[in-house]
């Protein structure tokens, strides 16, 4: 069975500042990683993904996320956060190979970007 | 290219009472998925359809929950007789095939309260 943990339920930023998401991940086979974003009101959008080929992900946005086997990390992270990151962000797994692929979710972490 | 759509985009009931959910996926999206979203938390697979065959219902509350795609394409999800904790935003996503390296696209949710 895999799982994600997301290690902060809160995050807060100035804006203008790096942004750093935590996510530590457990799975038996390969995963594949996720970071969907939830604005309010709309429906999750995916950042970016990881499937097991370059390790630094880039995605969307200006966000990015670096797989860590040793650490069985996937932080996500921004340079410079900006009003229109303010939302809901959730680290996701599936696993690879399989017809069963439904995504685990994490709990959700809030980022609050100050002006 | 049309997103995944779902009706209604809310619902209010009394418990004891029968719902249902309706999507229409992404076109050419073999893969279809149900989650249900309770606040605050992030979103959790109901079940997986590979065109109109379930893949994973494990998580279904079978007893009150059930779903079909009859013919490949649209699906929908009932809950009948619904309770308190049914209160949540149930997402459809679809997805061209199957395998967790697909991205899936989420819709947009049907948010149900039940009284």
Known sequence: ?115 | EAGVAQSPRYKIIEKRQSVAFWCNPISGHATLYWYQQILGQGPKLLIQFQNNGVVDDSQLPKDRFSAERLKGVDSTLKIQPAKLEDSAVYLCASSFGSGGHNEQFFGPGTRLTVL
Request: include cysteine.
């Open chain 1, 1 to 115: 069975a895999q799982s994600v943990t997301q290690l902060d339920s809160h995050v807060s930023v100035s804006e203008g500042t790096p942004v750093l998401l935590r996510c530590n991940y457990s799975s038996s086979y390969s995963p594949s990683l996720f970071w969907y974003v939830q604005h309010p009101n709309k429906g999750l959008q995916l950042l970016l993904k990881y499937t097991s080929a370059a390790t630094l992900v880039k995605g969307i946005n200006g966000f990015e996320a670096e797989f860590k086997k040793s650490e069985t990390s996937f932080h996500l992270t921004k340079p410079s956060a900006h009003m229109s990151d303010a939302a809901e962000y959730f680290c996701v797994v599936s696993v690879q190979g399989g017809g069963a692929d439904g995504l685990t979710f994490g709990k959700g972490t809030h980022l609050i970007i100050q002006p």
